[in-house]
């Protein structure tokens, strides 16, 4: 195929001499681009923040090598070389930059590239308006072809990747999952061999499995990558169970609408946590909230009413059937009916007029409903150690299948 600088008419000479001087402008300036670009891009893209294995030093060299393949097809009329950008491409998915990431490197290397050549056609005017269409269509096509090398290249070293160490990555992640290790090196290297940032937060996961085999969280690795975010994943004959890194609050919750949208059954979730050393403890939690009762997510509130909930799950659910035992004696709609009221009136801090409102009743219905909450169980929501086994019993009722 001909290459599309060959499909061009020649340029007149005055064009070209336009064209170099602009280039000559833009490579005097390459250093100072490089510099900014690379600010930015560990400023502004999350996992260049968090990503210990990506210096600066690294970044700003790359960016300085393809600023100068892009400025040198513009001066010289030459079809873009893209060698950088595939070097990149592949470097990059070696050391586990998810594509989105690297893509949004380029945007911000391209936007910054375009401003500084738009500042320099506003300010010198003796260019003329023939050269500068030149330069903006050579920029532009310059991108769309760094870009698409650059998409190819990581995908392809990607793929290869995924073929090579299919087998060795699953050992390595029922290694972390299951948290073997002897010392934080141990944990730290598992880490950076699974591409998984050594700094939280983290989510643990597991999710149940329908059939013997069949993955319940299917594609879901690769569909967190496409939001940026890494983990790793270990199929179980009964569980699959994961590490989600998610760097921020908007981040978990992205990966937990995520994990509602890819299963079709049950999923626990721990807290977040930071420390990687935690990922047993994390774990655990994740499979208490995944055998509680219903459907879809559930993720594990780790305030101390929760964990001493979850503590001991034999003595917590005898606990939990003693107090709550007539309530379950009702009619499944009474039942729930009396729950979720407590349960508001507790989310409300005991405060009536507040629960009333939540639940869209009169206030004097919330006191109704607790007086035969009171009734039933026999103890008292005025006094404080009554009310804190109710507390604990409903909490237990919420995590675990106390009438199985």
């Known amino acids: 195929m001909t290459p599309a600088s060959d499909l061009r008419p020649p340029e007149r000479p ?3 001499a336009e064209l170099s001087r602009i280039g000559e402008v833009l490579a005097a300036r390459i250093d100072d681009l490089a510099d900014r670009v690379t600010t930015a891009i560990h400023r502004d893209i999350t996992y260049y923040q968090t990503a210990e294995h990506i210096p600066r030093d690294t970044t700003i060299s790359v960016v300085r090598a393809n600023f100068a393949e892009w400025v040198r097809a513009i001066t010289d009329d030459n079809d873009f070389e893209t060698t950088t950008a ?3 491409g592949a470097s990059r998915a070696a050391l586990g930059v998810p594509l989105p990431a690297l893509m949004h490197a380029y945007r911000v290397g391209f936007q910054t590239l375009w401003q500084e050549f738009r500042s320099i056609a506003e300010s010198d005017q003796t260019f003329s308006r023939r050269a ?12 769309d072809r760094f870009a698409n090398e650059v998409a190819d290249a990581h995908r392809d070293a990607t793929n290869e990747q995924i073929r090579d ?16 290790f002897t010392s934080k090196t141990n944990l730290w290297e598992t880490a950076a061999l699974l591409q998984i940032p050594t700094r939280g937060p983290y989510l643990a996961v597991a999710a149940a499995t329908e059939v013997i085999g069949r993955q319940p969280l299917h594609g879901v690795e690769n569909k967190l990558r496409g939001l940026d975010l890494r983990s790793a994943w270990r199929l179980l004959p ?7 890194h998610a760097p921020t609050p908007t981040a978990a919750d992205a990966a937990l609408q995520l994990l509602g949208r890819v299963t079709s059954g049950r999923v626990g979730v721990s807290a977040p946590f930071t420390e990687l050393t ?4 994390a774990l655990k939690y994740a499979r208490i909230s995944l055998a509680g009762p219903g459907r879809g997510v559930t993720q594990f509130d780790d305030s101390v009413l929760g964990i001493a909930a979850v503590a001991t799950p034999e003595v917590s659910t005898g606990l939990a059937q003693s107090v709550l035992h007539k309530l379950y004696e009702l009619a499944p709609p009474d039942r729930e009916l009396l729950i ?24 004097n219905t919330i006191r109704h409903r607790l007086r035969r909450i009171e009734t039933l169980t026999g103890r008292s929501t005025s006094s404080p150690r009554e009310l804190a086994e109710l507390c604990l019993a409903f909490e237990v009722d919420a995590r675990l299948n106390v009438t199985d």
């Open 14 to 16: 005055d064009l070209t």
């Open 132 to 143: 500068v269409f030149a330069a903006t269509e050579r920029i532009w096509s310059g991108y």
């Open 165 to 180: 160490d299919a087998a060795e990555r699953a050992a390595l992640t029922e290694h972390l999952l299951e948290g073997r």
């Open 278 to 281: 935690h990922i047993g403890r």
């Open 86 to 88: 595939r070097s990149t």
């Open 340 to 363: 979720d009221t407590f349960r508001a009136w507790v989310h409300a801090d005991g405060n009536v007029g507040e629960t009333a409102d939540a639940l869209f009743v009169h206030r």
């Open 238 to 244: 009964d569980q699959q169970i994961g590490l989600i």
